[in-house]
C-alpha cells in the first residue's frame, strides 16, 4: 500500500481493485461461521472457494505494486527515498502490531503479521537495492524465488520463522503470529522495484503477453506437480480435481502462486485498468488512499461481524455449524465499500489539495 512519487492512473486503479477484493476476504472472515474454511475441498462449495480464491490476487499485487511505485518515487526524488523506505516500512509493522492486530482480533495481547509486515519488511530490505542497477533487483527476485521453489531443498528449518517459513512466539506474555514470510514477499517488490520503468511504458499487447504467459506457466508447472510444495491428487469429481490443482500455497507463496496471480495483476494492468468512466476513477480514488481504507475497513467490518453475530445467534461470532450465507457477505461487503467511499473520496481531496502536509503520505 505504498503511495508516493508519481501518479500513474492504471497503476492506482489495479491498487483499488484490489483493496475491493480485500475487503470482500476481510467481511468474508467476519460474516461466515467461525472455522470455516473455503479451500477445505472437503466441506466447501464452489462459490465459497472462488470467493476465497479470487482475493488471492491481494497480497502479490499489492507486494509488486509496493516496488513500482518506490522504484518510480526514486526516480523523482532519489535524495528521499531511503528515508521514505525506512521510515514507511518500520511505520507499516508498527500498524500491524498494534492497531491491524487488534483491529484482528480484540485482544491487546495477540499480535498478528500479515500483509502490512510483508509490507514493512520489504520496504525495509529494499534500502540497499537503491545502491544497485535495477536490473540486479529483477535478477535478485527472479532467481530467489526459483530457488525457493526448488525441489529437495527445505527452507523451513530452526531460524527461518517470520522469513521463510510462517512463525509465532511467545514473548513477554503476548503472542505474535506471522503468517506472512518476509523473504518470498520481498523478492516479488524486487521484481517490481527493478523492472517499474519497462512496467509503466510497455505497450498493453507486451504486459498481456508477459502476464498470460506467467499466469499459463504457474497453471502448467501446478497440473505437472511442480512449483508448489503441496501436490494435487485426483478426487471423487473433475470439478473437485479442478479445484485442488487450483489450491495453490500462499503461506509463503509457492512460485506456481506467484506467477498466477501476479500474471493476473499484469493482464489486468494491461487492459481493464486503463479505462476511463465512473468506475475507473472511483478505483483511482481508493487506490490513492489504499492505506486509510485498510486501518478503517477492519474494525468496521469485525464490529459489524460481531454486532450481526450477537443479533442472530447471541454470540460474537457466527458459530461453527451455522448455514453458510454468501449473500450476506456480499451485502455486508457492499455496506462497507459503500460507507468508506466518501471518507476515501474526502482524504483523497484532502491529500491532493494539502500536499504540504508530508505525513499524509503515510496514511
Same mark, same amino acid.
Request: hydrophobic content about 55%.
Given at each position: ?6 501518479r500513474?492512473?492504471?497503476?492506482d ?14 467481511v468474508?472472515?467476519?460474516?461466515t ?5 473455503p479451500?477445505n475441498?472437503d ?7 472462488f ?8 497480497? %502479490?499485487?499489492f507486494?509488486? /505494486?509496493? !516496488?513500482?511505485? @518506490? $522504484? +518510480?518515487?526514486?526516480d ?5 527515498? *531511503? ?10 509493522i ?8 487488534f483491529?484482528w482480533?480484540?485482544?491487546p495481547?495477540?499480535?498478528?503479521l500479515?500483509v ?6 520489504s ?18 527476485g527472479?532467481i530467489?524465488?526459483l530457488l ?5 531443498l527445505?527452507?523451513?528449518g ?7 517459513q510462517r512463525?509465532q512466539i ?5 503472542t505474535i503470529?506471522?503468517?506472512y ?5 520481498f523478492?516479488t517488490?524486487a521484481v ?11 505497450? %498493453?499487447?507486451?504486459?498481456? /503477453?508477459? !502476464?498470460?504467459g @506467467? $499466469? +499459463?506457466?504457474g ?6 506437480? *511442480? ?7 485426483e478426487?471423487a ?9 487450483l ?6 507463496p ?7 496471480f501476479v ?8 487492459g481493464p ?11 483511482r480514488s ?7 481504507f485498510y486501518?478503517?475497513h477492519?474494525?468496521?467490518?469485525h464490529?459489524a461481524?460481531?454486532?450481526t453475530?450477537?443479533l ?9 455449524g451455522a448455514?453458510l450465507?454468501?449473500?450476506l ?6 455496506a ?6 466518501p471518507?476515501c ?6 491529500k ?7 505525513? +499524509?503520505?503515510y496514511?
Amino acid at each position: 500500500m505504498a503511495e508516493g512519487g508519481p501518479r500513474h492512473g492504471p497503476l492506482d486503479a489495479l491498487r483499488g481493485f484490489v483493496i475491493v477484493l480485500m475487503a470482500l476476504d476481510h467481511v468474508r472472515g467476519f460474516f461466515t461461521p467461525a472455522g470455516a474454511d473455503p479451500m477445505n475441498l472437503d466441506t466447501t462449495t464452489v462459490g465459497f472457494f472462488f470467493m476465497r480464491w479470487s482475493t488471492h490476487l491481494c497480497a %502479490p499485487v499489492f507486494v509488486f /505494486l509496493m !516496488g513500482v511505485s @518506490a $522504484a +518510480l518515487r526514486h526516480d523523482k526524488k532519489p535524495a528521499e527515498t *531511503l528515508r521514505f523506505l525506512a521510515t514507511r516500512g518500520l511505520w507499516l509493522i508498527l500498524l500491524e502490531l498494534t492497531w491491524v492486530s487488534f483491529a484482528w482480533s480484540w485482544d491487546p495481547s495477540f499480535h498478528y503479521l500479515g500483509v502490512l509486515w510483508a509490507l514493512g519488511a520489504s520496504m525495509l530490505l529494499l534500502v540497499p537495492l537503491t545502491l544497485l542497477p535495477r536490473w540486479m533487483a529483477v535478477f535478485l527476485g527472479v532467481i530467489g524465488t526459483l530457488l525457493l521453489a526448488a525441489p529437495g531443498l527445505e527452507w523451513d528449518g530452526p531460524g527461518t520463522g517470520f522469513w521463510l517459513q510462517r512463525g509465532q512466539i511467545e514473548l513477554f506474555g503476548m503472542t505474535i503470529r506471522a503468517s506472512y514470510a518476509a523473504v518470498p514477499w520481498f523478492l516479488t517488490a524486487a521484481v517490481g522495484w527493478g523492472g517499474a520503468q519497462w512496467f509503466v511504458s510497455a505497450k %498493453p499487447q507486451r504486459l498481456a /503477453l508477459l !502476464g498470460g504467459g @506467467a $499466469a +499459463l506457466t504457474g497453471l502448467v508447472l501446478r497440473v505437472a506437480g *511442480l512449483g508448489n510444495p503441496r501436490d494435487w491428487t485426483e478426487r471423487a469429481s473433475g470439478l473437485q480435481t479442478a479445484l485442488d490443482l487450483l489450491h495453490l500455497d500462499k503461506y509463503p507463496p509457492s512460485l506456481d502462486f506467484l506467477l498466477v496471480f501476479v500474471g493476473f495483476g499484469l493482464l489486468l494492468l494491461a487492459g481493464p485498468m486503463r479505462m476511463d468512466g465512473p468506475g475507473s476513477r472511483w478505483l483511482r480514488s481508493l487506490g490513492r488512499t489504499s492505506m486509510f481504507f485498510y486501518l478503517l475497513h477492519l474494525p468496521l467490518a469485525h464490529a459489524a461481524g460481531n454486532a450481526t453475530a450477537w443479533l442472530w445467534f447471541g454470540t460474537p461470532r457466527i458459530p461453527p455449524g451455522a448455514p453458510l450465507r454468501l449473500w450476506l457477505v456480499l451485502v455486508a461487503w457492499a455496506a462497507v465499500l459503500g460507507g468508506l467511499t466518501p471518507l476515501c473520496n474526502a482524504w483523497d481531496r484532502l491529500k491532493r489539495r494539502r500536499r504540504d502536509l508530508w505525513w +499524509l503520505s503515510y496514511l
